[in-house]
Nanobody, 118 residues
Framework: VQLQASGGGLVQAGGSLRLSCAVS????????IGWFRQAPGKDREWVAT????????STADFLRGRFTISSDFAKNTIYLQMNSLQSEDTAVYYC????????????WGQGTLVTVSS
């Protein structure tokens, strides 16, 4: 399984961005796709997850509804819509795939940088 994250960039506080995660390879083995982020000097943290069926989503409580995860399985692409961006959202954002067998996020994309200016 290969993942390619894109869509990062520089945005002003209060603005929006949509990240994309293109998934390829053995997609039949995927259970879910997750978004994670890592800010400078901080540990990586979980942001959101969507099952490969698209039926179930979950988002970190600390985001207070500002981010939404969605999917377009015809394109094998997962999106992360980010609204009301704040400076503390500045981070490298990664997408990852969890397999049906292990349920752990075994495959990772290269990350895309989001910078929010205040």
């Amino acid at each position: 399984v290969q993942l390619q994250a894109s869509g990062g960039g520089l945005v002003q506080a209060g603005g929006s961005l949509r990240l994309s995660c293109a998934v390829s390879g053995r997609t039949s083995s995927i259970r879910s796709i997750g978004w994670f982020r890592q800010a400078p000097g901080k540990d990586r943290e979980w942001v959101a997850t969507i099952t490969w069926s698209g039926l179930t989503t979950s988002t970190a409580d600390f985001l207070r509804g500002r981010f939404t995860i969605s999917s377009d399985f015809a394109k094998n692409t997962i999106y992360l819509q980010m609204n009301s961006l704040q400076s503390e959202d500045t981070a490298v954002y990664y997408c990852a795939a969890a397999q049906t067998t292990t349920r752990s996020f075994d495959f990772w994309g290269q990350g895309t940088l989001v910078t929010v200016s205040s």
